[in-house]
């Protein structure tokens, strides 16, 4: 079973950034799509951020130009960058990842793909305040 861990959350004022890592692992020779999300309190989960199966990188409206997805294929590690943060930002992240097993990526779209058939981690909050 792929075991998936966030890291790197916290809590930071208005304007600050923080940098959330996500690994997963299950076999050395695993290759993984991942992508990421976040839940506030009393609001359904959200796609932040993810890759399309160019390679390119989608994100949803709130964040663009803010947050920056990256990816270390070597380390099966996933990467964001949280720039300029406002307390709305303020939720559970979590990371999800699919195994690949030699096919490509989905496309992002929301993270839809990832809903139906990721694994999910444990999540990390971040708390961002006026």
């Known amino acids: 079973q792929v075991h998936v861990v966030e890291s790197g959350g916290g809590s930071v004022q208005a304007g600050g950034s923080l940098r959330l890592s996500c690994t997963a692992s299950?076999?050395?020779?695993?290759?993984?799509?991942m992508g990421w999300f976040r839940q506030a309190p009393g609001k359904e989960r959200e796609g932040v951020a993810g890759?399309?199966?160019?390679?390119?990188?989608s994100y949803t409206d709130s964040v663009k130009g803010r947050f920056t997805i990256s990816k270390d294929n070597a380390k099966n590690t996933l990467y964001l960058q949280m720039n300029s943060l406002k307390p709305e930002d303020t939720a559970m992240y979590y990371c999800?990842?699919?195994?690949?097993?030699?096919?490509?990526?989905?496309?992002?779209?929301?993270?839809?793909?990832?809903?139906?058939?990721?694994?999910w981690g444990q999540g990390t909050q971040v708390t961002v305040s006026s």
């Open positions: 999800a990842a699919i195994e690949t097993r030699g096919f490509p990526c989905h496309e992002w779209n929301g993270g839809r793909w990832y809903v139906d058939f990721g694994t």
């Open positions: 299950r076999y050395s020779y695993s290759s993984y799509c």
């Open positions: 890759f399309n199966s160019d390679d390119s990188t």
